[in-house]
């Protein structure tokens, strides 16, 4: 399996970005997924997590109502729209797969596969 993200960038606080990752080499409906990010200095944590055929989402409460994960099965795709960012959004933000498991997972170890991560930037 292997995860891609791209999507990342500089942006101003209050503005938006759109995350993607695309998995390759498995059937990408068969994982739960899910976005963390890792801040300098700071441990990876986990952003937002969705269910494998994308009718359950879980986010951390620092996101929640201004972040959105979603998927679309037909290509393979994850996403997460995010808006009204802030500082302490800036981060690596990381996709990651989960096999073998109906329920979203909110920690590092529950998931199996990871993207190479992609920077995002907010300026105050």
């Known amino acids: 399996v292997q995860l891609q993200a791209s999507g990342g960038g500089l942006v101003q606080a209050g503005g938006s970005l759109r995350l993607s990752c695309i998995l390759s080499?498995?059937?990408?409906?068969?994982?739960?997924m899910g976005w963390f990010r890792q801040a300098p200095g700071k441990e990876r944590e986990f952003v937002a997590g969705i269910s494998r055929g994308g009718g359950s989402t879980y986010y951390a409460d620092s996101v929640q109502g201004r972040f959105t994960i979603s998927r679309d099965n037909t290509k393979d795709t994850l996403y997460l729209q995010m808006n009204s960012l802030n500082a302490e959004d800036t981060a690596v933000y990381y996709c990651?797969?989960?096999?073998?498991?109906?329920?979203?997972?909110?920690?590092?170890?529950?998931?199996?596969?990871w993207g190479q991560g992609t920077q995002v930037t907010v300026s105050s």
């Open positions: 080499g498995r059937t990408f409906s068969m994982y739960v």
């Open positions: 990651a797969a989960r096999r073998d498991y109906v329920s979203v997972g909110t920690r590092k170890y529950e998931y199996d596969y």
